[in-house]
């Protein structure tokens, strides 16, 4: 389902309508005192209907933002349980200080009122789990899950396949992959139970297939176009099976440009990668004036972890490093020092490892939690970064980056950010295959470019920090 230009998985939005409703109409139970003077409650909240629907919507960006109704949630139930009892204690803990400092400040006995609390949430995630569980099965009936054919023969259409099949994706079932050099030859490989739903005297095409199938899409996962069944296709159309190319798939499921199948025609006469002036320049106010106040807010938290990082380790709190920028201009980045201070004695540029010896006890916590980069709010300031952009290299990768990457660059033509697309769906690349896989992802951000994915970026990174994900 497309959303302000952005596909949203139906089950995400039926997910987190579910929890929504269900979150308001405890909020609403708990404020029956309100409206009725003889209710057991007493009142444990005031709140009218606006009240309520705007701390519904705060719920559901907490939601969000730990992961709730990410792909990895839905296939791991203890990883879905995880993110949950964090949601509740995220929701729980400012209800309880909320509570505790206004009955106690009206003279009532506020430890009644948290019992309550404590107990509605406690119910209320119980709810969730169920209705949980109940959805999930139901996502897999035919109502919500597309039917999808893949025609290819390829490694894009193995690709496609292996997404289809992997664990997480209950919106979507792969029915069966069709070889694009059978169809040119006016043959389909058929199983056995699908012969049966195709009358002898019919001419196997590829949409007599599709329908016995039961095909909502049929994928078309191809390198080479020449000599595609577009006659077939277009009878697949218009008997309302959806047609989409393999691009597409990738950057509507996996939220990535597969660039290694991309040219510059593609790029050019694409939606998208729109760059014009009044929305960076609105960007740039965003930025400046969330910096100043991010800023402020961190002070106290910069204080302690210069202190830290000082006491540990002999050298500066901070280090600057070359990286490039917007347009491939090169700039002097801010960050806390995570590594000794003759971390690249020999001159010689690399990427941290896993379990790199050269990291400090302090700075391998602020790289996970990603506290070394907050330093950088000077270089937003600066106008060298944004909050949200791809993460800006080091001269001396990108130079070797640009070898092995085509269109490379393109993630220079918007500011490098703190945190990123990138950031938030694949972990830390500490190789050329990462950095292919990271870039797919930095193109899908070049391409759509907008601030509801920044938003989005900003409310996931909640989750990147919360659980230490991919840092260093």
Known sequence: MKLFGHYVAPLFLLLAAVDGALFLAVLRLLSLGYHCHAC????????RLYQAILLTGVFLLITISVGLYNADALKSFRTFLGRLVTASQLIFIPTVLVVAVTKAAAGMPFGWYIGILSLAILLFMAVQLVCRAVLIQFSRTRLLTKRIVVLGDGKMAAAVTEFLTRAGHTHLKHVQTISNSIVQENYLRTSSNLVLKIRQEEPVTLSVVAQALK??????AVEEKRGLPVHELLECKLKGIEVIDGLTFWEREAGLVDFSNVGAGWLTFSTGFVLDQPRRVLKRILDFVVGVGFLVAVLPLVLVVAAAIKLESPGPVFYRQDRVGLNGKVFRVWKFRSMRSDAEKDGVPRWAGANDDRVTRIGRFIR????????????????DMSFIGPRPERPFFVDDLRKHIPYYDLRHRVRPGITGWAQVNYHYGASIEDAKRKFAYDLYYVKKNDLLLDCAILVQTVRVILYAQGGR
């Open 368 to 383: 996970k939690v990603r506290i070394d980069e907050i330093p950088q709010i000077i270089n937003v300031l600066a106008g």
């Open 215 to 220: 095909a909502d899409e049929i994928v078309v």
């Open 40 to 47: 057991y409650f007493g009142s444990l909240v005031n709140l």
